[in-house]
């Protein structure tokens, strides 16, 4: 028995992501990186237990941040959550795979159902969210990162009151950038830090 359950998630081989343009970091052009990605025939859906373990596919995780007056969202991993590797870190992210639920693989509208179902399953806000596509993710030099690409997308509350629906995210505020980028960064999951910088640097 899969401990996934089975589940199947958006894939794309680590060739495309290479066509590109290959980096570990941030990169502020993520319409190139997922247009290219959603062509015919690149992103297909992967049996996740294979995928976690396969570095020759990247699997695409929608990367949501929430802000507020020049705070950002965070919260607390806990064991609740699916990915033993990041219990007890802190993240800014909403979001996640994308499942066949969400339509067909190799499809722009697909990941964005995705992206819009995972933040639904996660978090209840009310007010205006002005949403932009921010930034692509990738970190290959540890064993989560290697199989993973965060398209990073970014939101601009009109108020601050956000609550979360899911028992793995605890904690949960708006914080300053300083807070982020001073005492807390060291507990920044690694995607959370390379967000945090990726902020400051525009300021």
């Known amino acids: ?5 089975g589940e199947q998630v958006l894939v794309v081989p680590r060739e495309a992501f290479e066509a590109v343009g290959a980096f570990n970091g941030v990169r502020m052009n993520p319409q190139e990186y997922l247009a290219a990605f959603m062509q015919p025939g ?10 976690e373990e396969s570095p020759q596919f990247k699997q695409i995780i929608a990367y949501a941040i929430f802000c507020h007056q020049g705070r950002v969202l ?11 590797r990041l219990h007890d870190k802190m993240s800014l992210g909403i979001g996640g795979h994308i499942n066949p639920v969400d339509g067909l ?7 964005l159902a ?9 978090i209840a806000f009310s007010g205006e ?3 932009e596509l921010y930034a692509v993710i990738n ?10 690409f965060g398209v990073v997308h970014r939101f601009e509350l009109d108020n601050p009151e956000v609550k979360p629906l899911e028992k793995k995210l605890a904690s949960m505020e708006f914080r300053t950038l300083e807070e982020l980028a001073g005492p807390l ?3 920044l999951e690694t995607w959370s830090a390379i967000c945090v910088d990726a902020l400051k640097a525009e300021r």
């Open 1 to 5: 028995m899969s401990k996934y359950d």
């Open 42 to 51: 690149v992103a297909r859906y992967m049996d996740r237990e294979l995928a």
């Open 74 to 84: 965070a919260y607390a991993r806990t064991s609740k959550g699916g990915e033993a």
């Open 105 to 111: 693989a190799d499809n722009v509208e697909t990941y």
């Open 114 to 122: 995705g992206v819009e179902r995972e933040i639904r399953e996660e």
């Open 129 to 131: 969210a002005k949403q």
């Open 139 to 148: 970190d290959d030099t540890n064993e989560v990162g290697s199989v993973h």
């Open 185 to 187: 960064y060291e507990r």
